[in-house]
Every structure is written in C-alpha cells, then in structure tokens.
C-alpha cells in the first residue's frame, strides 16, 4: 500500500464529496484525510485534498472511476511521485542484479519514460533475484519502445520478464 | 421422439464421462429435449465395440473392474476407420488423446466420419489445433456440422457463448486463463506460499497435474486451445505455430510474493487481440475478474456492444466437460 494524495475540484452541492469518498472506500482506498478548502471555493467547485493509502491498481481505479464520474483532479501522487501519465507495471525474474540492473533502468528511461517504483527480492546471492517495478510514461507511443526496448534486454540477459494486463 | 445413433472414439476418463453422463441423463434428455440418444458404436485405437445399442453399463462396469474392452466379447479388431466404414451413425463423438504435434489419430477419425456422411463432435484440442482450417473445410463442403466445444476451455460454453448470446457484437479482443493445472499451481505459489515444484507436486497427487505436465507448464495446452478459439470465434486462420508461447517454469515463490506485495497476482494468460495470439505468465491485479483460484479456467470477452463479458468455469474433467460435448450433440440433433 502506497500513500496516496489527489486534489480535486469538488462541485459544490449536496452528495458530491460523499461520491468521491465512496469511490474511494469502493476501490479499497483507506482514508487518512479529507481537507474541504471552502475559503477557496470558486466558480461553484470547491478544492479538496484527499489522502489515504491504496495499491497501485487501486489508485489507478479510484483515478479512473473518478474521471469517468466527470471529477477534475488538479494533483495525483502516490508514493509521493506525480502521476502523469501511462503505468506499466512488470516483473523481472533471473539474475537481475548480476546482469547490472542499472544498465537494464538506464536502457529504457528517457525524458519520457521514467522508473517510478522499484522493489526487489533477493533470497540469496547464488538464487535469481525478483523485480517489480511500475513504468511511467507520458504517452502510450514512449511506452510501447520502452516495452520493446525492456523484451529486448530481458531476452538479450535471459531474463523472464511479465508485464502487467491491459485493463 | 428422434432417435439420433452415435458412435463414440476413445473411451478413456472422457469416453467414460460421455457413457455415464448419458446413463443418468438418457430419460432426462428424451422429455426435455424429445432426444433418445443410442451409441452404437465405441472405438479404440485397436477395435471397437458394435451394438444396437451398445450396453454401456457393461461396458462401463468391465473397464471399472480393471479390464481392457479387448476382452469384451462382442470385441472386433477394426480401426477407426474400418468402423466409420462399417457402422451407421449420425454423428461421430471423437474423444481420443491426440498428438500435439500431428493431431492424429483425432484428425483422421474427423476426417473419415466426415467423408461419410457423419457429423462430429470432437474434444480432441490437438487434433483441431492442428488441421482447423481442413478439418472445418471439409466439415463445409460436406455440408455436415463439425462442433468442439468441449476443446478449449471444457465445461465452459466459451463458443457457444459468442455464436449464441453476443451475436450482434464485434468481438475485439480475448484473454484469459486456458489452464486449470498452471492456474492451481500459481494459486497455490501465491496464496499458499509454496514453490513451483511442491505445488506440482500437490497437483499430481490430486489428479490436476499429467504425470508429464510438460504441456501445462510450458503453456502447449493453453495455446492449442487459445488457436481453436481465435480461428473459431475471431474468424482467423491462424496455425499452432503462429502462438508466441512463455510456459511457467521460470516462476520463482519470491516472484509470486513480490506480485503479491504490489497488489497483483501472476497468471498463465492467453491472449488473442491485434490479429496475434500469444500465451504466457501476466500481472493481474487482485480485483480483477481474471483472478480466479484452483484449477478453474476463465476467459474475458471485450466486445463493441456489452463490453467486457466474463465466464468462468472448470476448464477439464471427466464429468465437466460433457456438458460442451452434449451441448454440441444436442445442437446437430436439431438438424437430425
């Protein structure tokens, strides 16, 4: 579970902000905090600042079910990295670390794509480590090559890589 | 009431499957479906049994005594093929372990029947997987039904589902778990915290698993099935050899543990969208409907009207995967 915050134009009538917050709990999202900003309410929307905890799918969700509900969000952090684009989570599994994992993040980030999360298991030193890091990208065309960029170096150090389904 | 005859190939947990269910169904059939279905026919590899009908309860009780049908009296020694020749049938139930790698003796069986002027109905994924396009070809030409439900994804009407119910809409894209084996031993390596080999292990003893899994874990299975769906429902004319294929093996407990940590599970996925089919281990998150437990099997519709529609059922077994077989038997009969 990572630390989520998102800031939203919340409209300002009866029910609204009791929408989100279901939104939130029905994704599974645990909340920490609500501030309701009405000293700068504007235009008929008020600015409101949400944080709880959620897993990156579910934050994802949560984002998503909100948007399609037609509710602006100004701000979206989770593990207190911006979301701002496309996620590609994956695996790697073999020895990642002894094949310089360093080479392996540096081969496919660039201005556009960047690592946003990384966590690794490593049972010894002799044993094939484990991988799994979640991929940001600004648009769907700098994810597709670094995908292929990351197949191609997955296969070149032979190491499994799965990626994560579309949804 | 029609009578529809049918003879029947292989007769091993699915051939059995196929007499039991008709034995405690045969009543239940002729009132509500007016159908009395007679086997006529059973057909081994190396002779067959010719009745009319057929006792299958005796048949059924000599094979659970441990006995080969060879030692059957009425046992004649004729191939498939010398027995399609013979007999008078309206649809040939084919249900012979094929090869993978020739689809035979499945595909010859198809064929001959066919060539005779039977229907078929076949759960025969190796023999499909292998000689779709000429098999269903010939099925056209002869202007018989070639049905096999029961090939991909067992008890679940998967085909029947898109030919039936989602008529109008476009299907884009499938995904989904072909698998029940790889499934059992992924749940068990997340939820259980077991490696790969013990949940296996676990496998084989509770009959989930081959004694060779090979074709399970290596992803064989699931891309033969993925195939005869893409062919089937997507209209494609794809081959076996057009799957990209990633099997499970190189699945670690760590790597499952860590997918868990994150929020996801590791599935053995077939997916069949953008005009390529390709089977291997995917991150699924934990709510998704693609994440089911045990040996079940799921698939995912994406379509242009309903959207995404799932099925979820039990993808293999003796008794389970008669419910595809009758229910392609109980479409021909309609045009019998």
Known sequence: MDDCKIEIKLDDKPGALSQVLDIIAKNRGNLFSVNHIREKAKEGFVPVIIQFQATHPDFNAIVADLEKEGIEINEKLIGGVEETGLVQEFILIGHVIDTDIKDTIYSICDKDVMIKSLDISLKSLKDPSSVFAELGAKNEKSLEAAMKKLEAIAQKKKLLLIVGIQT | ?336
Not at chain 2, 17 to 24: D, I, N, T, Y
Not at chain 2, 98 to 115: C, Q, R, V
Not at chain 2, 155 to 182: F, H, W
């Open chain 2, 1 to 336: 009431m029609k009578t529809v005859r049918l003879a029947l190939f292989g007769f091993g947990v699915i051939g059995r499957g196929f007499a039991k269910v008709l034995l405690e169904k045969s009543e239940y059939l002729k009132k509500k479906q007016g159908v009395d279905l007679k086997v006529v026919a059973i057909g081994e590899y190396n002779g067959c049994l010719i009745g009319e009908p057929v006792d299958l309860k005796a048949v059924l009780d000599l094979r659970e005594k441990g006995i080969w049908l060879d030692k059957h009296p009425q046992w004649k020694k004729l191939t498939p093929q010398e027995l399609i020749k013979e007999v008078k049938a309206d649809i040939a139930v084919e249900m012979v372990p094929s090869d993978i790698k020739t689809g035979e003796p499945g595909a010859g069986i198809i064929k001959a029947a066919l060539e005779k002027g039977m229907h078929v109905v076949s759960s025969d994924k190796c023999a499909l997987a292998n000689k779709f396009t000429e098999l269903r070809g010939l099925a056209t030409r002869k202007g018989k039904w070639l049905l096999y439900e029961a090939s991909a994804g067992g008890g679940m009407p998967i085909m029947n589902l898109a030919r039936e119910c989602i008529q109008a809409d476009e299907v884009k894209s499938m995904e989904g778990i072909l698998n029940g084996t790889t499934n059992y031993i992924l749940t068990k390596m997340s939820k259980g915290g077991m490696d790969l080999e013990t949940a296996l292990r676990e496998a084989k003893e509770l009959g989930y698993a081959e004694k060779d899994p090979t074709y399970d874990v290596e992803g064989i299975d699931a891309a033969a099935k993925a195939m005869i769906l893409a062919n089937d429902i997507m209209g494609w004319d794809k081959k076996f050899s057009d799957v990209k294929i990633t099997g499970i093996m190189g699945i670690t407990k760590e790597a499952v543990q860590l997918a868990k940590k994150n929020g996801y599970v590791i599935k053995l996925i077939a997916e069949i969208k953008d005009n390529s089919l390709s089977v291997g281990p995917k991150l699924i998150p934990e709510n998704h409907p693609l994440n089911i437990e045990s040996n079940l099997n799921a698939v995912m519709f994406k379509t242009d009207i309903g959207r995404d529609v799932v099925i979820v059922g039990r993808g293999a077994g003796g008794r389970e995967t008669q419910s595809a077989i009758y229910s392609d038997i109980l479409r021909i009969c309609k045009d019998v």
